[in-house]
C-alpha cells in the first residue's frame, strides 16, 4: 500500500472528526444555552444593511441534528434513541421549570438581548483546507484505474430499451460516491 494513501486516510478521519465535533458543538450550544447561529448568506447581506437588523437562525433542513444521551455521546435526533432522549430531556426540563417558575420570573424582569453568532462549522477544519493534497492524489488515482478499467471492459447490459455499458454505470456511482464525499467534508 501508497504511504500518500495513509496519509490520505489519516487526514480524513482527522477532518470527519473534527467536522462532527464542530457539529456536535454547535448542537450543544443552540440546545442547552440557546445561541442562535447565523446563516452565512445572512451574514452577507446584512452588511451592506443597517447594523440593527438580526440575521436568521441557523436551521437549515440538510444539516445533521443532534441529541445528546447522558454520557454526553452525539446522537441523531431523528432515530429512535434520539427521540427517546429528546422526550426525556423536555420531560425533565418541565419538571425543573415547575420548580424555579419563581427564579424564572425574576430573570425575565431584566431583557437580555440575544445576539447571533456565527457558526462553528469550518471554524477548526478549515485548516485542513491547504493539506488536502493526498486525498486529491488518492481520489485522482481511484478515477484514473477506474477509468482504464471501463476501457478494458466491454460488457453491456441490454436489459434496457439501449445496451448500456456496465462500466459506464460503475463510473457514475463511483463519482457520485466521490462528490458526496466531498461535499460532507465541506462547509
Known amino acids: 500500500k501508497d504511504k500518500e494513501s495513509d496519509n490520505a486516510q489519516n487526514l480524513l478521519i482527522a477532518l470527519q472528526k473534527t467536522i462532527l465535533f464542530e457539529k456536535e458543538m454547535m448542537a450543544l450550544l443552540q440546545r442547552d444555552f440557546g445561541i442562535v447561529f447565523t446563516v452565512e448568506s445572512d451574514k452577507k447581506a446584512t ?65 437580555i438581548e440575544q445576539v447571533s453568532v456565527d457558526p462553528l462549522i469550518g471554524c477548526a477544519s478549515s485548516a485542513f483546507d491547504d493539506h488536502m493534497s493526498p486525498y486529491i492524489a488518492l481520489e485522482e488515482q481511484e478515477m484514473d484505474e477506474r477509468l482504464v478499467k471501463a476501457l478494458s471492459d466491454s460488457n453491456t447490459d441490454a436489459r434496457g430499451e439501449f445496451p448500456v455499458f456496465t462500466s459506464s454505470t460503475d463510473l457514475f456511482v463511483y463519482m457520485k460516491t466521490s462528490i458526496n464525499r466531498c461535499k460532507a467534508m465541506t462547509k
Not at 65 to 92: C, H, M, P, W
Not at 98 to 108: D, F
Request: charged residues 40%.
Open 47 to 111: 452588511k451592506n444593511k443597517d447594523d440593527d437588523e438580526d440575521n436568521e437562525p441557523l436551521n437549515d433542513e440538510s444539516e445533521v441534528t443532534l441529541e445528546f444521551d447522558e454520557e454526553g455521546r452525539a446522537v441523531l435526533a431523528n432515530s429512535a434513541q434520539g427521540i427517546r432522549i429528546k422526550y426525556e430531556r423536555q420531560k425533565k426540563e418541565r419538571i425543573a421549570g415547575a420548580n424555579s417558575k419563581a427564579k424564572k420570573n425574576a430573570l425575565s424582569c431584566a431583557s
